[in-house]
């Protein structure tokens, strides 16, 4: 890509204009747009292929999303002054190759560049694309209410995580994460006159899992419940809580018998049509050499098949949310993303999905079970963290117990708001590192500060940043607050100190039992205008077969 060479902002770091970005994305050439905001203002106003990588959570996530460190990366904000920071700390992690989003979003927009709102994007963008042009089967939440109260032959399979579903669910439901439909379907619906009927909680996992079923030709009539959890409560239906229904209560071996085998051809053909791409063991390892080029190797079974064994370095990525959220789990657009399962139906699917979102996607072949070396869920690169002193969780309780230590004592609790709000360590103040600044001026009678979190990897990042802040003592809690509650320490609830405001994750309106009427019919609104979009973005270059 060739690269503005004036800054504005620093000498230091090029800029790259939205033009260029828009070519390159066109070009298929590797590019990782990073979105520096804390989610929440993220999921207000991005462009397409933006990927969420937080300022404060930089050294915890980068080597893993962002795998080759000459990789272009183009970093804004909304000026927020948090890019060239971002910037700055990206290439102390070994990155070389980082540049400014000329103008920031600010300038995205001046020069045209199409604004998408919500998490996700590009892969609820392809979801509605599928619809529009396969026309997938759909009912309505009184139409499938409907059928339940009168016993028809029907059953209903909730294609998101086990932890949404177990939040909440269709009456009857049984929970079958997408990547699982294709390959458990017969066993779940073994007569092909029973419908059924595939639900997520808003729209894309069940129009991706419904069209799955269909593309692999299962005989069974096939729809999605139109608009999910949320179409069922906008129509003022009861929704069950707590179920644990699962799939794996009606086991299959897909290669132990004949409906097993059909999945498996299927999901090959179905590959096939979408030019997924074949690769063997010789092949993944002349990529890992490949200079100038990032390959994701990717385990789309479930995480506990994972961890049970795995290939060594694949990591962990059940296929359903993959390609629900494929702009987390693999930023750099245009990359290399090679799949692998050991029943021949995972990862042909998922695959085939991916092909058709533009990516260039290959299925790893020719495996046998000694492949599946590696048990456990391997322990993340890190770069090292500043040194700090630290502190017991004994004695930060004595200072706090103490009159005079704890009003000298300022402590700052880096875990997610969520975590916060459920437990924490009394007189601890909820903190994102992104607004540190301003939490230090409004602290500036502290006579030390303790950092936190919940096992303090991130505390300890945030150490050398405190540190630059202040001349004041920082001391980083040893295990976090996790060791704290094993100390048996006590804890309180609650927003009680929110040095910073709850922007870290964004409230998904289609999450929990408690969103707005007005909330849930605003997202599948947004949802509905998807297609027009993409087509005013024109850089997906997203098919369907």
Not at 32 to 52: G, K, Q, T
Not at 235 to 245: D, F, M, W
Not at 381 to 389: D, I, R, Y
Not at 414 to 438: C, D, M, W
Request: overall charge negative; aromatic content about 6%.
């Amino acid at each position: 890509m060739a690269i503005d060479t004036t800054c504005g902002t620093d000498p230091a770091f090029t800029t790259c204009t939205f033009q260029q970005i828009h070519a390159a994305l066109l070009e298929r050439k590797e590019l990782a747009l990073l979105d520096v905001r804390e989610e929440a203002p993220f999921a207000e106003a991005h462009p397409l292929f933006a990927a969420n990588l937080p300022l404060g959570r930089i050294e915890l996530e980068a080597y893993a999303r962002i795998p080759r460190r000459d990789t272009c990366i183009v970093v804004y904000d909304d000026g927020e002054g948090l890019a060239l920071t971002a910037a700055q700390r990206l290439r102390q992690l070994g990155y070389g190759t980082v540049h400014l989003l000329a103008g920031g979003l600010q300038g995205w927009r001046d020069a045209g560049g199409e604004i998408f709102r919500d998490v996700n994007a590009p892969s609820k963008a392809f979801g509605e694309l599928v619809e529009s042009q396969r026309h997938t089967p759909s009912l309505s939440a009184p139409e499938v209410k409907a059928l339940l109260d009168a016993d028809a032959d029907v059953v209903v399979l909730d294609a998101r995580r086990f932890e949404e579903y177990n939040t909440m669910s269709i009456p009857g439901g049984i929970s079958v994460p997408g990547a699982e439909l294709v390959l458990r379907v017969r066993a779940l619906a073994p007569r092909p006159e029973t419908r059924v009927i595939v639900n997520c909680a808003g729209r894309t996992r069940s129009i991706i899992g419904s069209q799955s079923l269909i593309n692999a030709g299962i005989p069974n009539p096939v729809s999605a419940l139109r608009n999910g959890t949320i179409g069922w409560t906008l129509a003022g239906q009861h929704l069950e809580q707590g179920k644990t229904r699962r799939y794996s209560d009606h086991p299959q071996d897909p290669a132990g018998n004949e409906h097993g085998a059909q999945a498996v051809a299927a999901s090959r053909q179905v590959a096939d049509r979408a030019r997924v791409g074949r690769a063997d063991l010789a092949a993944l390892e002349r990529w890992q050499r490949e200079p100038g080029r990032t390959t994701y190797r990717l385990d789309v079974r479930t995480p506990e098949e994972y961890a049970a064994g795995h290939l060594p370095g694949f990591s962990s990525a059940p296929g359903g949310q993959l390609v629900q959220e494929t702009d987390h789990v693999a930023p750099v657009r245009g990359a290399r993303i090679v799949l692998v399962d050991d029943d021949g139906v995972r990862a042909n699917m998922t695959a085939s999905w991916l092909a058709q979102m533009g990516w260039e996607v290959h299925v790893l072949d020719g495996l046998h079970p000694e492949h599946f070396s590696e048990a456990g869920n391997p322990a993340p690169t890190l770069p090292p963290a500043p040194p700090c002193e630290s502190v017991t969780a004994q004695q930060l309780w004595q200072w706090l117990q103490d009159a005079s230590d704890k009003q000298d004592t300022v402590l700052l609790d880096f875990t997610s708001s969520a975590n916060y709000v459920k437990r924490h360590i009394p007189g601890a103040r909820f903190a994102l590192r992104s607004q540190l600044a301003e939490i230090l001026q409004h602290t500036a009678t502290a006579r030390r500060y303790v950092l936190t979190c919940g096992n303090s990897l991130l505390a300890g990042y945030a150490a050398g940043d405190v540190q630059q802040l202040t001349s004041q003592p920082v001391f980083v809690l040893e295990g976090g607050t996790a060791a704290w509650i094993a100390a048996g320490l006590p804890l309180e609830a609650g927003e009680t100190a929110m040095a910073s405001p709850r922007i870290d994750r964004y409230r998904r309106p289609y999450e929990g039992t408690d969103n707005p009427v007005a909330a849930m019919q605003a997202y599948l609104d947004w949802e509905y205008g998807l297609v027009a979009q993409l087509a005013a973005d024109g850089s997906h270059g997203f098919f369907v077969i």
